[in-house]
């Protein structure tokens, strides 16, 4: 890190120190059980965030789907 990182940065290491560990997770069930993931279920806090679902998205190369009705409500009421 350097002075010119933002908080931006340090959120963007956050979300994908998240995705990394789930990538090798889903590389694993793929390279045992020959099963590959398209959608993700996610919920709680982050599941909220469109920018958290599309970091992790692009780590996963899945899509990550709320699991919940509450969750897509507060997802499309904006509130990240």
Same mark, same amino acid.
């Given at each position: 890190?350097?002075?010119?990182?933002? &908080? /931006?940065?340090?959120?963007?290491?956050?979300?994908?120190?998240? $995705?990394?560990? !789930?990538? %090798?997770?889903?590389?694993?069930?793929? &390279? /045992?059980?020959?099963?590959?993931?398209?959608?993700?279920?996610? $919920?709680?806090? !982050?599941? %909220?965030?469109?920018?958290?679902?599309?970091?992790?998205?692009?780590?996963?190369?899945?899509?990550?789907?709320?699991?919940?009705?509450?969750?897509?409500?507060?997802?499309?009421?904006?509130?990240t």
């Open positions: 890190m350097t002075l010119g990182h933002t &908080r /931006a940065h340090i959120a963007r290491a956050f979300l994908g120190s998240i $995705g990394f560990p !789930l990538r %090798a997770i889903l590389d694993e069930i793929h &390279r /045992a059980m020959g099963v590959s993931v398209a959608e993700l279920k996610v $919920g709680g806090g !982050l599941s %909220a965030s469109d920018a958290a679902c599309a970091v992790q998205a692009d780590w996963l190369g899945a899509s990550p789907t709320p699991k919940t009705p509450a969750a897509r409500l507060v997802r499309r009421a904006g509130r």
